[in-house]
Nanobody, 125 residues
Framework: VQLQACGGGLVQAGGSLRLSCRASGRSFSSYTMGWFRQAPGKEREFVAAISGNGVITYYADSVKGRFTISRDSARNTVHLQMNSLKPEDSAVYYC???????????????????WGQGTLVTVSS
């Protein structure tokens, strides 16, 4: 599985951005898809994830109520709609995939075996 993320950019605080991640290969629904982010000097942290069938979503407390993850199985794409952005949301955002039957936690980066290249989000104050 190859992942290609896009949609990052520069936005003012309070604004919105929509990130997208397209997956190549088959069996897109066999993977839980996640978004992580990494700010300079910080660890890569969990942002959101969505189950293979799109029914269950997971969010970090810091983004709950502001970000929405969704997936389009027809286009093998996962989206992250980010609203009410804050300067502390600035980071490189990575999409990732893990097999749905792996038995590992969606919240841990080591659970994910495929990673996209990252897209930079900068929120100005």
């Amino acid at each position: 599985v190859q992942l290609q993320a896009c949609g990052g950019g520069l936005v003012q605080a309070g604004g919105s951005l929509r990130l997208s991640c397209r997956a190549s290969g088959r069996s897109f629904s066999s993977y839980t898809m996640g978004w992580f982010r990494q700010a300079p000097g910080k660890e890569r942290e969990f942002v959101a994830a969505i189950s293979g069938n799109g029914v269950i979503t997971y969010y970090a407390d810091s983004v709950k109520g502001r970000f929405t993850i969704s997936r389009d199985s027809a286009r093998n794409t996962v989206h992250l709609q980010m609203n009410s952005l804050k300067p502390e949301d600035s980071a490189v955002y990575y999409c990732a995939a893990k097999p749905i039957d792996s038995g590992t936690s969606v919240y841990y980066r080591n659970s994910y075996i495929y990673w996209g290249q990252g897209t930079l989000v900068t929120v100005s104050s």
